[in-house]
């Protein structure tokens, strides 16, 4: 069965604690994405990858970290350093770049106090 | 810098009603994606417009695209209680291979 996974659903830590959200595809796409949802603001974009070995920072990276060692999976690190990280994450896979659908994992929703 | 606008924001229907929202770019798009977010769950894909003019249908949804490929519309007509969700629409943003996403406009439907 093809798809993307997250895990886990709901995350709870302690402020100060870095925390690594796992995304997971096997649709062999070459292209991975993390998002991050806050109520009526849409999806904003963190990091993203078009291609192993490398990724780039979306529109929010600050206090985030990923890798992207293999094509199936990219994690993503929410560090002490971010400032308002409780939020729902979502990781989404497409088979190139913009001119394709993106399929999206069912998110983590991540609660920090 | 480029921006997707989606509006409304909100709307509550009665079932039956017909229901429209709009995306409005502020830059050229040579596409443009619909995707819809049921309440706790992840957004999924329903389409993609390519051409000037572009109009599909699924069913009770129509999706267009307008003529200079910097507006789209998703109208649903007669709506459901399984219609309930965020519909957000997508265009890529300039020489980047990134999408760009609107506010999304949710959907209440009252029973």
């Known amino acids: 069965d093809g798809g993307i996974t997250q895990s886990p659903k709901y995350l709870f830590r302690k402020e100060g604690q870095n925390v690594t959200l796992s995304c997971e595809q096997n649709?062999?796409?070459?292209?991975m994405y993390w998002y991050r949802q806050d109520p009526g603001q849409g999806l904003r974009l963190i990091y993203y990858s078009h291609i192993v070995n490398d990724f780039q920072k979306g529109d929010i990276a600050e206090g985030y970290s990923v890798s992207r060692e293999k094509k199936e999976s990219f994690p993503l690190t929410v560090t002490s350093a971010q400032k308002n990280p409780t939020a729902f994450y979502l990781c989404a896979s497409s088979p190139g770049t913009a001119t394709y659908e993106q399929y999206f994992g069912p998110g983590t929703r991540l609660t920090v106090t | 810098g480029q921006q997707v606008m989606q509006i409304p924001q909100y709307q509550h229907v009665q079932e039956g009603e017909d229901f429209t929202t709009y995306c409005n770019s502020s830059t050229t798009l040579s596409n443009i994606q619909w995707y819809k977010q049921r309440p706790g769950g992840h957004p999924v894909f329903l389409i993609q417009?390519?051409?000037?003019?572009e109009v599909k249908k699924q069913k009770r949804l129509t999706f267009q695209f307008g003529e200079a490929k910097k507006n789209s519309s998703l109208h649903i007509t007669a709506t459901q209680t399984t219609d309930v969700g965020t519909y957000f629409c997508a265009g890529p943003r300039s020489n980047t291979g990134k999408l760009i996403f609107g506010q999304g406009t949710t959907l209440q439907v009252k029973p």
């Open positions: 417009l390519v051409k000037s003019g």
């Open positions: 649709l062999n796409h070459d292209a």
